[in-house]
């Protein structure tokens, strides 16, 4: 890997997987459990409509995917840039 002794590089390329995973994160909790309710009605999952299943159960799931997903691209992301801990 390359070793980029760009400090503004590696805190840009944080802050836009930090505003993805924000956008995803709103997307999925407020979006699909609000907003989008009317459109998702009659989509059935576990015998409730998949909105509420979002606001209930997806919301959780995704949040802690999108967890580990920024750690494992943060780790990437350091060692990038040569600032990993090992």
């Known amino acids: 890997m390359e070793n980029h002794n760009d400090s503004s590089g590696?805190?840009?390329?944080n802050l836009r997987l930090i505003k993805i995973s924000l956008v995803?994160?709103?997307?999925v909790s407020?979006?699909?459990?609000i907003l989008l309710r009317p459109l998702l009605s009659g989509i059935r999952i576990g015998g409730t409509d998949i909105s509420f299943w979002f606001?209930?159960?997806?919301a959780?799931?995704?949040?802690?995917a999108l967890i580990f997903?920024?750690?494992w691209r943060m780790?990437?992301?350091d060692k990038q840039y040569g600032v990993d801990e090992e």
């Open 60 to 64: 959780l799931i995704v949040f802690i």
């Open 10 to 13: 590696y805190w840009k390329a």
């Open 69 to 71: 997903f920024y750690a």
């Open 55 to 58: 606001a209930q159960q997806g």
């Open 24 to 27: 995803i994160w709103a997307l």
């Open 75 to 77: 780790n990437k992301l």
């Open 30 to 33: 407020y979006g699909f459990g």
